[in-house]
């Protein structure tokens, strides 16, 4: 598996980068992305930091990107916030999404999908305007193991499969319990109705490595 949304002290997450490599590579996967949650206070900080573990990428067993995820940004600013994580160094840019378990402020999803986004993360009950964005524009949506928002990956998948959207699934860690490996990451998929769960698991995969380029 590789992992597209992972959390670290950073932002609010519990471990450090080299711990969650660790323990990525211990549960059998091969990689991940660090997306601490930022805005403008922060996105220079984060990104930063991380580009200190640049020269030493290649002596982790768990490759990882360095990025961001532009979280409870007004959807004004999304667009300025992303440049910025770009500008920055980013190697992946996440919006945190309309998910149904926080007050995120309804047009995040619209302004983000109008973005130089990679992932849109748990973004709850996206309309099917937000779904033929996301095809359009290329924006990966995720399907999420986090508790919480993985409350509306039905409805998420659901869409995918009449606008044809690219999927990816990812856990969005915030401490050691939430990693999961491929055979946790099947099950997700094939309970929220999606058959073809290998070719989201191949999705994550392909768009790791095309970024790590």
């Known amino acids: 598996m590789f992992d597209l949304h992972v959390h670290t002290v950073f932002s609010d997450g519990e471990l450090i980068p080299s711990e969650i490599a660790r323990r990525m590579s211990a549960a059998g996967n091969e990689g991940f992305a660090i997306t601490d949650h930022a805005d403008f206070s922060n996105i220079s900080d984060i990104l930063s930091k991380l580009e200190k573990l640049r020269a030493f990428l290649d002596f982790y067993d768990a490759k990882f990107l360095i990025g961001v995820e532009i979280t409870h940004v007004p959807p004004e600013l999304i667009g300025r ?17 309309e998910t149904i378990a926080e007050p995120v402020i309804e047009g995040t999803n619209s302004a983000a ?4 986004v990679t992932v849109l993360a748990h973004p709850g009950l996206m309309t099917e305007k937000e779904a033929e964005m996301a095809r359009e524009n290329d924006i990966h949506i995720e399907i999420t193991s986090r508790r919480g928002h993985c409350l509306t990956n039905g409805h998420v998948a ?4 009449e606008f044809g959207f690219n999927l990816v699934i990812n856990t969005d860690t915030h401490s050691p319990a939430d990693i999961i490996n491929d055979k946790m990451a ?5 309970g929220t109705g999606i058959e073809d769960w290998k070719r989201v698991l191949e999705n994550n995969e392909k768009l790791f490595k095309k970024l790590r380029k």
């Open 186 to 190: 099947e099950k997700v998929l094939r």
């Open 81 to 97: 916030a992303v440049e910025l994580a770009w500008r920055e160094g980013a190697e992946i840019v996440v919006v945190h999404g």
């Open 158 to 161: 659901r869409l995918a499969i």
């Open 113 to 116: 999908l109008n973005e130089e």
